[in-house]
DNA sequence: CGGTATTGCGCAATGG
DNA sequence: CCCATTGCGCAATACC
């Protein structure tokens, strides 16, 4: 089901492939600041990056706090872009995005040896294209996969932990309960014979 | 950038509100189980249920091992369903997962009072649509970055158990060897003084 | 029945 | 170039 593809912000389309299309798309997020949040260790997360500005409308984190509202409707009329499906949200903003001199149609130039600022301008339809895509959906779902496997794992390991602590608690307890014992016997002994005392502090 | 809609599983679109769109439709939702997977606490990685049936070349998890291949092409023709872009991977497969009878092509009927299993007939243009998916836009940014918390502190409270964890062995090594020592000096004075005796076991 | 919350997915940007 | 990560929107579903 899923099929996104109206989103091109690189990718420009052919004029003439397929009846009704026109446009689409993109949308810029801005993606402001992230939140950073450097703590202990690990720090998997990591999110702070993400891309250089996406969702139109804005992403407006207010504050410090989140709001996950905006975003809002792109800028543009939206719509009538695609085929069918969906309205989208987002805009192509590539062009507004790319170096300068990036924006070429993809109509005659040579495919080797294109513009140095545009990637080289590849066309959703072109074979190459989905097979660039294909693989990055196998890396994104092994990717994925790895990162739910590493997540279980830190849970499993988060519910061990507490498990062996509670243990050792419980056996420091028992220690210190005999440590306490001994002493007092110790002492009582001490009281008794004075005459052996050593210095054992 | 990206506003996938060329997904339209579900969603059909209308013949004439824009120059290219459809009309959509419906989408049953069977419910099939649902999980659960109960495991300890936490347990909130839950993946193993997804969807019941998604893209429509397959999704092959062989065996049981990843195989981040399959999922292949759309199982159609591909490519020339929609207007330009994409070519997708994913396609419409939701009339082989309706009940019978919801599959119905949204031509007339009227918008209310539809068959039971079809929606309504959400058109992907309409208002409402959008303000659905700008809702649940807004609720999956807030699960996400919910989730993202979450993963953060597991992996915060694993390190800190670590560490508990490491301070405990070591002032059990200490307790232990402190016991140890009391017990000899305990024994060195039961041989050297046997007669102050005492049934202290 | 209506909503929000979760989740898998593909896309595109970006980091190695 | 490639693959790996990541944020994002979509749709299906789970959950109230």
Tied chains: 1, 2.
């Excluded at 996950?68 to 903003?93: E, R």
């Excluded at 990717?143 to 997540?151: C, E, L, N, Y």
């Excluded at 420091?172 to 005459?195: F, K």
């Amino acid at each position: 089901m899923a099929d996104s593809s109206e989103r091109s912000p690189v990718i420009q389309e052919w004029p003439g492939s397929y009846p009704g299309q026109g446009l689409n798309s993109t949308d810029p997020s801005m993606h402001v600041s992230a939140s950073s949040m450097a703590q202990m260790e690990m720090m998997l997360g990591c999110q702070a990056q993400g891309s250089v500005l996406r969702g139109c409308g804005g992403e407006e984190r207010v504050g410090g706090q989140l709001a996950y509202l905006s975003y809002m409707q792109p800028c543009t009329g939206n719509a009538a872009s695609s085929d069918q499906h969906h309205i989208s949200t987002q805009q192509d903003f590539s062009s507004f995005l790319l170096p300068p001199g990036a924006c070429r149609l993809p109509s005659g130039g040579p495919p080797g040896a294109c513009l140095p600022v545009t990637k080289r301008t590849i066309s959703k339809n072109s074979v190459e294209y989905r097979l660039r895509r294909e693989r990055n959906n196998i890396a994104v779902r092994k990717s994925r996969d790895k990162a739910r496997r590493r997540i279980l794992l830190t849970q499993q390991r988060a519910v061990q932990l507490q498990e062996e602590n509670q243990r050792l608690q419980m056996r420091m307890g028992q220690l210190t309960q005999e440590l306490e014992t001994l002493r007092h016997v110790l002492a009582q002994r001490h009281s008794m014979q004075p005459d052996a005392g050593e210095p054992r502090c």
